[in-house]
């Protein structure tokens, strides 16, 4: 009996190790309606887009032929192949005057052209070239989907039959090109038979020289494809989904340095973007890598007009950046030019000569130019069918006008030369449309002299801008600076911050440094975000979408390849606040006299009003279980429910094909008081129904989020795990072996025992 009861006593210990250990109340937060409150804005949460990492070619744009125009200008066969036949890229045959280049096969047999998409670059989370991989075909094929294939082709002398096809999962389609003695365009329909990553293939059989140019394959099962909203191009599907579900309050677009250009010739043009995709004019990519292999065309594609329509399928504001007629600060080499100029190294007419090579000088005709390309736009967004641009954003498919209220000045741009531009811009614009709200810049970085420098010039002259600030921080910066906006003015200019991410300390690599303790800590500075909502107007994690191993930045939000997506635990914590942030925040007492909970754990309370919803974000970045009790007295709360992300490793993560860290929703005890038990490393959005409100229309979790493969073990771990059940094992052969011993040996001295009794 003592032998069984040690044994159960045992299995108790056990099994008690093993389950999470709540303390009864760690704190106490007080919630109550004569608490002060002040109004925060409802603008807080949105999304930045860039063509960076393959995120809008190669990612939210549709089309799946790379360099489909061969205007790259680096490699004008980039990701075409060539057999059995001899090709030129050649500009003696434009297309139009935007698209000059084409390429002229020279048949005489049977001959293949093929386009291999958009294909990875990289070892898989490192940036060590794969040859292999960046030559391998990656469009991705789904079985039972139908691509429209569209192409200009310029019959020459050819003599022959010419197809079409996926390469190994459709059917060819033969193309008719007998005619085309002009540039035509010809579609055609391929059904995919197999879910496979493969190539475009056309086939010709005969003989002569035939041209083609601007080719696309469109999967129909792409937003907007058939709208006339979307007349020129359609969005990848899984993509704008995930954007969709987050419900960003706006879009920031098109940079980031995308925006600005590299040469004082190349500045971006937003009017070059508009119109039909064949007409638009392609350019460069700053975000390219050359020599590396990360070949990057700026097709336009992903233009002014698609982002407009995009913020209204979503439900968002555009708010789009603008160069203020200065290249990017990043690469020109302002503040070195500007330091020799300082230090006596050039002379003054030297450093004014190289201004001119980086920056166009107000008063002058370009200048003007630029700024009426700025009017414009706004009319382009807000003009009816009377005013020129008004009427040719309806031609391009949007009766509706997209109702622009914010224009921004300049990404991540300070100094004397920004400011000069800035205030010349600002001005025009202020007089001849008062209703815009500007933003303005303030750098890179969240300190320094020309930080502290830039806000100071915005509070005197522009105090009515929203200031752009970025940083992309470690070594647990955004932990040790939640009460950044806590001592900001309140009678200057509001925040936006545009660009941010946190990245983790000593463990991930690429991928998987997008992680549940990366989103832990943004999550936990986003309740700083809350606390300021008076100051801080708007925000954005940036970037939103990589491709895998093709990526131009350590840290993404969402994460692709060919045929799906991996959802960031980063995402989760964006779309979980974005879905439940109240109007007002509550100014709480948190049971010791303090209104901010003390470190490793971080919280926000708002509320709703209208709907009688409060809403308590609670971040918990310790290692431990931790219960807070919240104390409701004076509500009458009918419900309460908690969305949570929660691991027991910081290095949790998502990838393609293995996700792990996803919300969970559980309901807690309705009354005064509500305990809330968090576990360690967790993100938790209560949300609680009081009056007559019976929590009927809380936020629901969109089918769109996957169910998680199990729970997240790193290797190490795993390694140490099977090591142990190794050793076990090993113990457990040798505890047999042991035994079995000792009874030969027992029955060893009964057999001498019985033959001396005999």
């Not at 019976?694 to 729970?711: N, Q, R, W």
């Not at 090591?723 to 052969?733: D, Q, R, T």
């Amino acid at each position: 009996m003592k032998k069984i009861s040690a044994v159960l006593l045992s299995l108790l210990f056990a099994v008690m190790s093993v389950v999470p250990a709540f303390a009864k109340s760690d704190y106490t937060i007080k919630i109550s309606p004569d608490n002060e409150k002040y109004k925060i804005s409802d603008m807080l949460y949105g999304a930045f887009i860039e063509d960076i990492s393959y995120a809008c070619d190669g990612g939210l744009v549709s089309n799946l032929v790379n360099n489909n125009s061969f205007e790259y200008f680096f490699n004008r066969e980039a990701n075409w192949t060539f057999e059995n036949c001899e090709y030129e890229i050649t500009r003696d045959y434009p297309l139009n005057k935007n698209n000059k280049y084409s390429c002229l096969v020279t048949v005489d047999g049977e001959a293949t052209v093929k386009n291999i998409g958009f294909p990875e670059y990289y070892e898989y989370k490192t940036y060590d070239r794969n040859r292999e991989k960046a030559s391998t075909p990656d469009m991705g094929f789904k079985a039972g989907e139908k691509y429209e294939l569209s192409c200009y082709i310029k019959n020459i002398d050819f003599s022959g039959e010419a197809s079409v096809m996926l390469d190994n999962v459709s059917e060819p389609q033969s193309l008719d090109i007998t005619g085309c003695r002009d540039w035509t365009k010809l579609t055609v329909t391929l059904e995919s038979k197999k879910t496979e990553d493969g190539a475009l293939k056309f086939v010709f059989s005969g003989k002569g020289n035939i041209l083609i140019d601007f080719v696309s394959l469109i999967p129909e099962c792409s937003h907007g494809y058939g709208d006339e909203k979307w007349k020129y191009v359609t969005l990848r599907s899984d993509l704008y989904q995930a954007l969709e579900d987050m419900h960003p309050a706006f879009i920031r677009f098109p940079g980031g340095c995308l925006c600005e250009g590299t040469d004082i010739n190349k500045l971006y043009d937003w009017k070059a973007t508009i119109g039909p995709t064949e007409e638009r004019e392609q350019s460069e990519n700053l975000w390219r890598d050359d020599w590396n292999g990360r070949q990057y065309i700026n097709t336009s594609s992903m233009g002014y007009h698609e982002y407009f329509q995009l913020c209204t399928d979503v439900g968002a504001e555009p708010v789009p950046i603008l160069n203020v007629a200065l290249t990017c600060q990043g690469r020109n080499d302002y503040g070195g030019r500007k330091w020799a100029y300082v230090n006596g190294e050039i002379t003054e007419e030297e450093f004014n000569k190289y201004l001119e090579t980086i920056a166009l000088t107000p008063g002058t005709k370009e200048f003007d130019k630029y700024i009426q390309d700025i009017f414009d736009l706004i009319e382009y967004a807000n003009g009816d069918e009377t005013t020129v641009w008004g009427k040719k954003r309806i031609e391009n498919g949007s009766r509706e006008p997209f109702n622009l209220k914010y224009i921004g000045l300049g990404n991540e741009n300070v100094g004397e030369v920004y400011f000069r531009n800035f205030d010349a811009i600002y001005k025009a614009v202020k007089e001849k449309y008062p209703e815009i709200t500007v933003v303005s810049s303030a750098g890179g970085w969240l300190e320094g002299d020309d930080y502290n420098d830039a806000w100071n010039i915005i509070n005197e002259k522009y105090p009515d801008t929203i200031v752009d600030e970025h940083y992309y921080t470690k070594e647990s910066y955004l932990f040790h600076n939640n009460e950044r906006y806590d001592n900001f003015r309140r009678d200057g200019a509001r925040v936006f911050v545009g660009e941010y991410a946190a990245t983790s300390d000593g463990f991930g690599t690429l991928q998987t440094k997008s992680n549940i303790w990366e989103a832990i800590e943004e999550a936990g500075f986003l309740t700083g975000f809350e606390r300021n909502g008076d100051v801080v107007a708007m925000s954005s994690y940036a970037p939103t979408f990589a491709k895998v191993n093709s990526q131009c930045w350590d840290i993404n939000l969402i994460w692709f390849d060919s045929q799906q997506a991996a959802l960031s635990p980063s995402y989760f914590v964006q779309l979980l606040f974005a879905n439940n942030t109240g109007d007002e925040y509550i100014k709480t007492d948190i049971g010791n006299g303090k209104t901010f909970i003390e470190k490793d754990l971080y919280e926000s309370v708002t509320v709703d009003e209208k709907s009688q919803t409060i809403y308590v974000k609670l971040v918990n970045a310790s290692g431990k279980n931790k219960t807070v009790n919240l104390d409701l007295t004076g509500y009458n709360v009918n419900k309460a429910s908690n969305i949570y992300l929660s691991e027991d490793y910081r290095a949790a993560c998502n990838e393609i094909g293995k996700t792990y860290v996803v919300p969970h929703e559980k309901e807690l005890a309705a009354g005064d008081n509500v305990e809330v038990r968090m576990g360690k490393y967790s993100v938790n959005v209560i949300r609680i129904a009081y009056g007559d409100n019976d929590g009927g229309s809380f936020y629901t979790l969109p089918d769109t989020v996957p169910e998680a493969m199990g729970k997240y073990i790193p290797l190490a771990v795993k390694a140490g795990i099977l090591g142990g059940i190794g050793a076990l094992i090993l113990l457990v052969i040798i505890i047999v072996f042991i035994i079995k011993l000792i009874k030969k040996i027992k029955n060893k001295k009964a057999e001498e025992i019985e033959n001396v009794k005999e």
